[in-house]
């Protein structure tokens, strides 16, 4: 049974940082592409920030590059979003997603992913 679990969200002042955490187990690792998506209220789920499953390729939202920084760690099957300079209007229910694939894509679409955690409420407040 595939499991993504989120943790590390919280109540920041803005210009504050947070660092989100998601452990995956029953899949194997290393053959997944990993992702960070957002959902705040009345607005649509959101891509973040994208990891392949190396590490070594990543991508990010326009609204969150240079201050987020997404990383892996393949030998302990988690995953890691540093959110540095937080804004209120970051306010929103992190989710991560994993989706089974080799081939580096920037995968923005939710349908697109195969497992999803039950998210992880980051509140910033001005």
């Known amino acids: 049974q595939v499991r993504l679990a989120e943790s590390g969200g919280g109540l920041v002042q803005a210009g504050g940082s947070l660092r989100l955490s998601c452990a995956a187990s029953?899949?194997?690792?290393?053959?997944?592409?990993m992702a960070w998506f957002r959902q705040a209220p009345d607005k649509e789920r959101e891509l973040v920030a994208l990891?392949?499953?190396?590490?070594?390729?990543?991508y990010y939202g326009d609204s969150v590059k240079g201050r987020f920084n997404a990383s892996r760690d393949n030998a302990k099957d988690t995953m890691d979003l540093q959110m540095n300079s937080l804004k209120s209007e970051d306010t929103a229910i992190y989710y991560c997603?994993?989706?089974?694939?080799?081939?580096?894509?920037?995968?923005?679409?939710?349908?697109?992913?195969?497992?999803w955690g039950q998210g992880t409420q980051v509140t910033v407040s001005s």
């Open positions: 029953g899949l194997t690792f290393i053959h997944y592409q």
């Open positions: 990891i392949d499953w190396s590490g070594r390729n990543t």
């Open positions: 997603a994993a989706r089974k694939t080799l081939t580096w894509t920037v995968l923005t679409t939710p349908r697109q992913y195969d497992y």
